[in-house]
């Protein structure tokens, strides 16, 4: 199983990157594999419906999203809504990558919880036909601080992660399975 996590932050460091790199760690210790883009190193020219010839950066990315089982998306909350650096990198998928796909929702919000980023993040998901994982992960204010093992230090967020995360790589193993089961009977 390969999973994709897209850190939808142009900022080093950022809280959401942060958390997403402890999902990744929480993956990689079930032997999943990850395709990491972190957006504030991959950086990516504006989307124009208007230019079909994609920079390397694009290119990169879009492959790793097309190669995915599962999508993880990470996202900081501005103005109750989704960074205008992920919303430009989703601007660039299509159906065809996304399509059928479990997809976790990831932020953080400098108030108490992303919960609006959330909501707007799963929106353009389900007209990507991507399948909202039904957890989610929001960090805030008083939950977003991180041990040097990168692991969150709240007790409690840290649990809901970890329960996530196993949430979502079971839906993205069956999944997969009813994929693979469809396309043989074909």
């Known amino acids: 199983m ?8 142009n900022r080093h460091n950022a809280t959401s990157t942060l958390l997403l790199r402890y999902i990744e760690s929480l993956m990689e210790a079930q032997h999943v594999s990850v395709a990491f883009i972190d957006l504030s190193e991959l950086q990516l020219p504006l989307f124009s ?23 993880i998306l990470a996202t900081p909350e501005y ?9 430009n990198a989703l601007d660039y998928v299509n159906v065809n990558q996304v399509s059928g796909k479990p997809v976790l929702a990831v932020s953080s919000a400098g ?9 707007h993040l799963q929106a353009v998901v389900r007209n990507l036909h991507g399948i909202n994982c039904p957890e ?3 960090i805030g204010y008083g ?14 967020l ?5 329960s996530s995360v196993d949430r979502f790589l ?11 089961t469809a396309a043989a009977a074909n």
């Open 111 to 119: 108030g108490p919880l992303g919960v609006s980023s959330l909501t």
């Open 158 to 162: 840290r649990d809901r992660v970890i």
């Open 49 to 71: 419906p208007d230019n079909w010839d994609f920079h390397p950066n694009v290119q990169h990315m879009l492959k790793a999203v097309a190669d995915g089982d599962g999508l």
């Open 2 to 9: 390969k999973v994709t996590m897209i850190a939808g932050s």
């Open 143 to 156: 939950s977003n601080t991180f041990g040097s093992d990168g692991a969150p230090l709240d007790d409690g």
């Open 170 to 180: 079971k839906l993205t193993k069956q999944l997969t399975a009813i994929v693979a």
């Open 136 to 138: 989610w992960i929001s």
């Open 79 to 87: 103005h109750g809504s989704i960074s205008g650096a992920l919303k």
